[in-house]
């Protein structure tokens, strides 16, 4: 009885969706793959010219200081990243650092508002809720097909891809974050007089900051996660080494490379914890 039933023409009606889009707001993609993309390939060159000392000393600075002036986590650094310069990554490892950066600033950027309005509103938590639900279960790799359809190949579309994959858990957790903020002391700031914004920023926020701090650790870390899959649409860096070793079944290379990967994730995974304590 099934055979009767006629194909629903979802993906023709998708394929037409994507293709009026792509026509109406031309005028915001190309821009975007123009400046925003020339921008990012420009830090990611500053970055590079930079004196791998300077940044190894920077980070380790910064390490030594946030996890409380213990010397494990900048050890750890200076060996790390040495080992990536010795290996000849170090540029990779700066495209890397600059796609993780700026696809986790975005997705900070949207998901803080988007979970401070969540838990401000039932409609938009009804709303919201299913629509992360689609983002966080969709294979990563489906983020690339409209990647390359809007943004065409390289940097943009890898840190666009990521955005998507990567916001779910900053919204999710800063909408918890803000929920769980005590009742006394909400009705206590009300009892003063506050408004709705001193409430917010003096009051909700920073009793959410470990929560929302835990969300936007996620996040990066999933942007992180990305790096090899972006790679696939021509995002530079050390997921684009994995992939060439992949190719060229070089297994070494691969591992060198994925290891550079790791030591980057574990740098920034402890960082962001220790700010967040």
Request: charged share 15%; glycine share 8%.
């Given at each position: 009885?099934?055979?009767?039933m006629?194909?629903?023409?979802?993906a023709?009606?998708?394929d037409?969706?994507?293709?009026?889009?792509?026509?109406?707001?031309?005028?915001?993609?190309?821009?975007i793959?123009?400046?925003?993309?020339?921008?990012?390939e420009?830090?990611?060159?500053?970055?590079s010219?930079?004196?791998?000392?300077?940044?190894?000393?920077?980070?380790?600075?910064?390490?030594?200081?946030?996890s409380g002036?213990?010397?494990?986590?900048?050890?750890?650094?200076?060996?790390?990243?040495?080992?990536?310069?010795?290996?000849?990554?170090?540029?990779a490892?700066?495209?890397?650092?600059?796609?993780v950066f700026?696809?986790s600033?975005?997705?900070?950027?949207?998901?803080?508002?988007?979970?401070?309005?969540?838990?401000?509103?039932?409609?938009?938590?009804?709303?919201?809720?299913?629509?992360?639900d689609?983002?966080?279960t969709?294979?990563?790799?489906?983020?690339?097909?409209?990647?390359?359809i809007?943004?065409?190949?390289?940097?943009?579309?890898?840190?666009?891809?990521?955005?998507v994959?990567?916001?779910?858990?900053?919204?999710?957790f800063?909408?918890?974050g803000?929920r769980q903020?005590?009742?006394?002391?909400?009705?206590?700031?009300?009892?003063?007089?506050?408004?709705?914004?001193?409430?917010?920023?003096k009051?909700?926020?920073?009793?959410?900051?470990?929560?929302?701090?835990?969300?936007?650790?996620?996040t990066?870390?999933?942007?992180?996660s990305?790096?090899?899959?972006?790679s696939?649409?021509?995002?530079?860096?050390?997921?684009?080494n994995?992939?060439?070793?992949?190719?060229?079944?070089d297994?070494?290379?691969?591992f060198?490379?994925g290891?550079?990967?790791?030591i980057?994730?574990?740098?920034?995974?402890?960082?962001s914890?220790?700010?967040?304590?």
């Amino acid at each position: 009885m099934l055979d009767f039933m006629p194909k629903i023409p979802l993906a023709d009606g998708v394929d037409w969706f994507v293709e009026k889009v792509q026509e109406t707001f031309d005028f915001i993609f190309d821009p975007i793959k123009e400046h925003f993309g020339t921008f990012i390939e420009s830090t990611a060159e500053w970055l590079s010219q930079l004196p791998a000392l300077l940044i190894i000393l920077i980070v380790a600075v910064i390490a030594f200081f946030v996890s409380g002036k213990r010397i494990g986590l900048p050890i750890f650094s200076i060996i790390g990243l040495w080992f990536v310069y010795n290996q000849e990554l170090w540029e990779a490892l700066m495209e890397t650092f600059t796609l993780v950066f700026f696809a986790s600033l975005i997705s900070v950027i949207i998901g803080v508002p988007a979970g401070i309005w969540m838990s401000k509103s039932k409609w938009a938590q009804t709303i919201i809720t299913p629509i992360l639900d689609f983002m966080q279960t969709m294979p990563a790799f489906v983020y690339l097909i409209p990647a390359i359809i809007f943004l065409g190949i390289g940097m943009v579309p890898g840190v666009f891809a990521s955005v998507v994959f990567a916001t779910p858990p900053v919204v999710r957790f800063t909408n918890l974050g803000i929920r769980q903020v005590s009742g006394e002391l909400i009705e206590a700031s009300e009892a003063f007089g506050t408004t709705g914004s001193q409430k917010l920023f003096k009051v909700e926020l920073p009793m959410a900051k470990k929560t929302i701090m835990a969300g936007v650790n996620q996040t990066v870390m999933l942007a992180l996660s990305m790096v090899v899959i972006a790679s696939m649409i021509g995002a530079p860096g050390l997921g684009d080494n994995v992939l060439t070793a992949l190719q060229r079944a070089d297994e070494g290379a691969g591992f060198v490379a994925g290891l550079g990967i790791v030591i980057l994730a574990i740098i920034i995974d402890r960082i962001s914890q220790n700010v967040n304590k």
